[in-house]
C-alpha cells in the first residue's frame, strides 16, 4: 500500500496550481491526500475549484484576529484535527509566522513565478517583464521566515515570450503546474 502524505494547500487566488497538483494526486501521480485547502480570502476561486472535488476549505481571515500569533495558531488548530504532515503554499500571499514555522518545520514548500533569488515577492512577472529579461522562470523552494528566501528545490526556466505578459504569464503558468507536480513527486513518492 502506498502511503499518502497528508497535506494541507494554502492559496489566495484562482487556485490552478491546487487545481494541477489535486488533478495530479487524482491521477495517483502524487502520494498525498489534500485533507484542508486553507485561504485568507473570502471570494477567492479556489474555494469553488476545492468545493467541486469536495476537499474542505477553512477561510481564516486575519483580519479576524487582533495578532498574526492568533491568526496562525486558528490555522495550526484545523491542521493538527486533520493529522496534516505538509503545507504546500500555492498563490497564498502571505508570509507564513513562527507560529506555523514552528509546528511544521522545513515541511512547508512554496511555487514563485521567477528563477529566484531574482524577483521575490508580488507580481515577479510584472517585475521580470519591467526588468527585460529575455529569461525568466519558476522556483519551488522551502518556506522560512524570509519572503522567497528559502532553499531551492526545482527550478525550471521560461523565455519571456515577445515582451508580451499575457503570453509569457500563461507560459510560467503551465510550466508551474509542472514543475510542482515534480516537486511533490519528489518529496512524497517513496
Ligand atoms: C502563481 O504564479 C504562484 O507562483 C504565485 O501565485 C500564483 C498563483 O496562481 N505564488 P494560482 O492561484 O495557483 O492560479
Not at 506555523?100 to 507580481?123: E, M, R, T, W
Not at 519571456?160 to 516537486?183: C, F, Q
Request: zero cysteines.
Amino acid at each position: 500500500m502506498v502511503k499518502l502524505i497528508p497535506i494541507a494547500v494554502f492559496a489566495s487566488g484562482s487556485g490552478s496550481n491546487f487545481q494541477a497538483i489535486a488533478e495530479a494526486i487524482e491521477q495517483q501521480e502524487i502520494h498525498a491526500k489534500i485533507e484542508l485547502v486553507i485561504t485568507d480570502k473570502p471570494d477567492a476561486y479556489v474555494i469553488q475549484r476545492a468545493e467541486s472535488k469536495g476537499i474542505p476549505v477553512l477561510v481564516v481571515r486575519p483580519k479576524a484576529f487582533e495578532t498574526k500569533e492568533a491568526y496562525e495558531t486558528e490555522i495550526l488548530n484545523a491542521l493538527k484535527e486533520r493529522e496534516i504532515e505538509w503545507l504546500v503554499l500555492a498563490g497564498y500571499m502571505r508570509l507564513i509566522g513562527p507560529t506555523l514555522l514552528g509546528a511544521y518545520g522545513s515541511k512547508i514548500v512554496n511555487i514563485h513565478p521567477s528563477l529566484l533569488p531574482s524577483f521575490p515577492g508580488k507580481d515577479a512577472i510584472g517585475q521580470a517583464m519591467a526588468h527585460g529579461v529575455k529569461v525568466t522562470g519558476v522556483t519551488v523552494h522551502y518556506v522560512d521566515e524570509g519572503m522567497d528566501t528559502g532553499a531551492i528545490i526545482m527550478q525550471r526556466a521560461v523565455e519571456v515570450i515577445d515582451g508580451d505578459r499575457e503570453k509569457t504569464e500563461a507560459a510560467i503558468h503551465a510550466v508551474e503546474h509542472d514543475v510542482y507536480k515534480k516537486s511533490l513527486q519528489f518529496l512524497f513518492n517513496k
